[in-house]
């Protein structure tokens, strides 16, 4: 069994996680789309992702959608009272696979309902309202409307703590002046630092920043310098890119998504790796290279 404990923990709001933890969305099938190509597989990840110490689970009932969510409830449900799950709320799903926003009070509502349903909870941890963006990252844009609303479904008792999902630095400051945020998730990896700046500025105030896309997504990250550093120290690429994520800041919390039991293992173990100043030096030169003008 892993000791990925040596990662450390770090609070989410009012609970504390391993900073370690694990994404649900690979579980679906192709484009999160539908059931599991091998739901055994997909049980067995989600329990021994716990078995192995894993406390935080990434979900959204937009993922199958529902399949996910109802995976998870099969797999750990009574679930141990150490385990936080965040889900994320704000799009549902075309009978063709698209990704649709849905941000009315109704649809927002109905989403809470979806999730506490087919998670089997009577409130939900952590929920995140998932912004759409320009479909490639944040835009920007005020989110009080259907942030304000989330923040009503909390005060009437159905989630404890909220957080937001692709947004910019001037929604998070929106949305903190709405209700108390205990977490951001946007698109982060050592290839795509767009938001360096952030993460500081949250590590200061206490938040979690929770990349997505951690080890670059569907398509996984590749390049020479990952894998030159990875042969040096004896890890694989994907656990140094995760080593790399976890000495970052202490406020970033990890939730790689694999459905396979090889991949959560090597995964898990990553937070075995302390990489020397000079190592993160050269693995910092990827994220300048890949660097847009315009990013900052
Ligand atoms: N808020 C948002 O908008 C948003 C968007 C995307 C994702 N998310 C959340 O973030 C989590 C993480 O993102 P993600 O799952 O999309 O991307 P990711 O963690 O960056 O990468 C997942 C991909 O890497 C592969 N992989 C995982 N471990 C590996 C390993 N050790 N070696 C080689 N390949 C490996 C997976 O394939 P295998 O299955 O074959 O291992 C999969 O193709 C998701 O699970 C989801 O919960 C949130």
Redesign the pocket.
């Known amino acids: 069994m892993t000791n990925h404990k040596a990662a450390n923990s770090f609070s989410l709001g009012e609970r504390t996680v391993n900073r370690l933890g ?6 679906a099938g192709p484009g999160v789309f539908g059931p599991p190509k091998d739901r055994n597989t997909a049980l067995a990840v989600l329990r021994e992702a716990v078995a192995s110490g894993v406390d935080h ?4 009932d937009f ?1 199958g959608p529902h399949v996910i969510n109802q995976l998870i409830r099969e797999a750990l449900h009574p679930y141990p009272d150490e385990l936080v799950i965040v889900t ?1 709320i704000g799009a549902v799903r075309g009978e063709d696979a698209s990704w649709n926003p849905a941000m009315t009070p109704a649809e927002l509502t109905s989403a809470v309902h979806d999730n506490l349903r087919n998670l089997g909870l009577g409130v939900l941890d952590v929920v ?1 309202l ?1 912004f759409m963006g320009d479909g490639l990252g944040p835009s920007e844009g005020s989110i009080e409307a259907p942030f304000t609303t989330l923040a009503e479904l909390q005060q009437q008792g159905l989630i404890r703590q909220l957080g937001l ?2 947004v910019t630095s001037a929604q998070i400051a929106e949305g903190r002046r709405i209700a108390e945020i205990v977490c951001v ?3 982060y ?1 050592l290839a795509h630092r767009d938001d360096d700046a952030s993460i500081d500025s949250l590590a200061g105030d206490g938040i979690a920043y ?12 590749q390049s020479s310098t990952l894998s030159d550093v990875a042969r040096r120290i004896g890890a ?4 140094v890119a995760l080593a790399w994520l976890l000495q970052r800041s202490p406020n970033v919390l990890l ?6 039991l ?3 293992r ?2 898990l173990a990553a937070a075995e790796i302390e990489l020397p100043g000079e190592t993160i030096a050269e693995l910092d030169g990827i994220g300048k290279a890949g660097r847009s003008p315009a990013a900052h």
């Open positions: 694990y994404g649900a969305m690979q579980l689970i990434d979900t959204s993922y994320k995140n998932r999902s692709n998730q946007n698109h990896n929770v990349p997505f896309f951690p080890l670059g997504g569907f398509t996984p990250l694989t690429p994907m656990q939730i790689p998504g694999t459905s396979s090889g991949h959560l090597e995964n």
